[in-house]
């Protein structure tokens, strides 16, 4: 993990847009990951949101987190095995994004899709991605998408500033953040 300290994430998101989430006794959390959601926590935009309908009976809670198992029953969706357990953090852009308890690995599952992508290595590599993603937007919102390269520029050093702490969220090409990207680059966020 890398450390993202609570001020990083306030300062990028504002007070309004973190979600924290408590640590119980009895969470199958990894520790440092429970730390890290109950003291940093996750940051909400325009392409991220950890705000599930907590009314939504469908959803188990264990200790308090959905697991995917429960909203893939609830779809009529088979769940894979290895990822019954995993819990929902929330969702990017048009996919479920949930975390394996287990190690802190945090994966993507393509909105109507019941197969996985690795997204990032831990959930410290997430919300850095969160935090450059949310710096870039205020450079790129307004640039014409080909006037000499500029959106090119910046969606690029985008993806060179993610890469240089987690590898993973490019390791496919069709991952949501090589998605998100280029569809940055073509001009439609923004």
Not at 34 to 51: K, N, Q, T, Y
Not at 141 to 147: F, H, M, Q, S, T
Request: with cysteine; charged share 25%.
């Amino acid at each position: 993990m890398i450390s993202i300290t609570p001020s990083q994430v306030l300062a990028s998101f504002g007070l309004t847009c973190v979600t924290y989430f408590p640590r119980s006794a009895d969470s199958h959390m990894r520790s440092e990951v429970a730390h890290f959601l109950s003291d940093v926590g996750l940051p909400e935009s325009s392409f991220f949101s950890s705000r599930l309908d907590l009314e939504d009976e469908t959803l188990e809670r264990g200790d308090g987190n959905p697991t995917l198992k429960a909203a893939f029953d609830a779809d009529g969706a088979e769940c894979p095995l290895e990822a019954e357990r995993w819990e929902i953090l929330g969702v990017f852009n048009y996919a479920t994004i949930a975390i394996d308890p287990s190690d802190g690995r945090i994966y993507s599952f393509p909105e109507g899709e019941e197969n996985y992508t690795a997204m990032h290595a831990d959930l410290s590599s997430f919300v850095h991605s969160l935090i450059t993603l949310e710096r870039g937007a205020s450079e790129y919102k307004g640039l014409p998408v080909d006037e000499e390269g500029q959106r090119a520029r910046v969606v690029e050093r985008i993806r060179r500033q993610i890469s240089e702490v987690d590898e993973t969220p490019f390791s496919d090409e069709n991952s949501e953040w090589s998605r998100l990207l280029e569809e940055i680059g073509f001009g439609m966020w923004g």
